[in-house]
Each structure stands twice: as C-alpha cells, then as structure tokens.
C-alpha cells in the first residue's frame, strides 16, 4: 500500500529552527511537495523536490532523499505566523498526490 | 474571478439528498481535482479531471460524480448524501499533471445529518 509519515504535532519557540520529518512508501516516485496549511484555510504550495538535495526558499528549505525514502521541512527564524499545518504529499507513478495527514506546528513566544 | 472559487461556503444537508459543490477556475489550468479532509487524515482525492471533456476516480470515488463539460468548472456531486459524507471538499487546479503546483479553492464544509 502507500503510505506518507509525519508527525501529527510539533511545537517550537519563536525565533528558533524546527524540522518536519516525512518518510513515504509509495508506488511510484514523481516528486515530493510540501504544503502549508492553517486553521480553516486552503492549503498552499512552499516547495518542490524531484531530486535529491537541498532546495532553499527563504526561511524555509526542503530536503529529499530518494533511495531513503525522506525528506524535510525545515523553517528558520521562526515567527508566530508560521503556526500552522505543513502536509507533505507524494507524486506517484499514475502522477496523482498522496497526502500525508500534516503535521501541527505550534510556535510559542 | 482571481484564482479558483468555491461554493457554497459551507451546508447542512439532509442524509438522501443531493447535492452539488461547485468550483469554478480562472486560470485555464488544465488538471483539476476534488479532495476530501477529514481530521487526522490526509487529503484524499475523490474524482479528477487532466483535461475538459475527461474525468477519472480517485482514491475514494464511491458515492461522488463529476463533469468537466469546460475548462473552468468542475462541479461535484452527491447523488444522495451520507453522514460519512460530512467533510471539508477542497477543489484544486494546475497546469498539467507533472511537476506542477495545485492551487487550492478556499473548500466547502459538508454536514450531512
């Protein structure tokens, strides 16, 4: 079966550096993304891996590991409004999203 | 029109009605996908579309049907409602099928009673 890992909770103080773990079995591989979502909003798109390394946006920067199976989430510098749902999802071989259930970050000052 | 919208916001049905959710893109995205969110799950993915005039099941198709007669709009519908229906509806849109972003509309919150 398919199946997408993370942590269901998370919490971190503001200003510090949080990382959000996914590990997925899936049928197929044709990318990794990493939303955001918060409470009673639209998720939205933050980044894109396809290939094995580091891809840095900002204060966030993801990470994947193909033969592992893994990547990351990691915000910097974090501030309050970055309270929220990440999902990270899979793109498997018929090119559809599998979605893991998000991880709940909760920023403390 | 900016982006992708829903309607309605959210509705209350009764349990054997039917029910259609709208969703309606300005984008001329060619994909477009309906999903379903419940706590502690993922989103699901419940019907889509890769371009007008296709449509294909999801993860979770039983019980929803969809139409693509056109580009923009996507609509959803429950041919008659179950309580295991109640959920929050997200319809998404990209470009194409790989490699891209899906947009997501603001979602529509289903209680079925």
């Known amino acids: 079966g398919q199946n997408i890992d993370q942590p269901t909770e998370m919490t971190a103080t503001e200003g510090a550096i949080v990382q959000i773990n996914c590990t997925y079995q899936?049928?197929?591989?044709?990318?990794l993304f990493w939303y955001q979502q918060h409470a009673g909003e639209a998720p939205t798109f933050l980044s894109y891996?396809?290939l094995d390394g580091l891809e840095e946006k900002g204060r966030f920067s993801s990470f994947l590991s193909r033969s592992k199976g893994y990547s990351y989430l990691l915000l910097k510098e974090l501030q309050m409004k970055d309270s929220a749902s990440y999902l990270c999802?899979?793109?498997?071989?018929?090119?559809?999203?599998?979605w893991g259930a998000g991880t709940k970050l909760i920023i403390k000052p | 029109i900016a982006g992708i919208t829903q309607a309605p916001t959210s509705q209350i049905l009764a349990a054997g009605r039917r029910m259609t959710l709208r969703c309606t893109q300005d984008?001329?995205?060619?994909?477009m996908y309906w999903y379903r969110q419940d706590l502690g799950l993922g989103l699901r993915l419940i019907h889509y579309?890769?371009?007008?005039?296709?449509?294909g099941k999801g993860e979770v198709p039983d019980g929803y049907s969809v139409s693509r007669a056109n580009t923009d709009d996507f609509p959803l519908t429950l041919a008659s409602a179950v309580p295991s229906q109640t959920s929050v509806y997200f319809c998404?849109?990209?470009?194409?099928?790989?490699?891209?972003?899906?947009?997501f509309g603001p979602g529509t919150r289903l209680t079925v009673l």
């Open positions: 998404a849109s990209s470009e194409g099928t790989g490699g891209n972003e899906q947009f």
């Open positions: 984008m001329r995205h060619n994909a």
């Open positions: 579309s890769n371009t007008a005039g296709t449509t």
């Open positions: 899936t049928s197929g591989f044709n990318g």
């Open positions: 891996n396809v």
């Open positions: 999802a899979v793109r498997d071989s018929n090119y559809q999203l599998i």
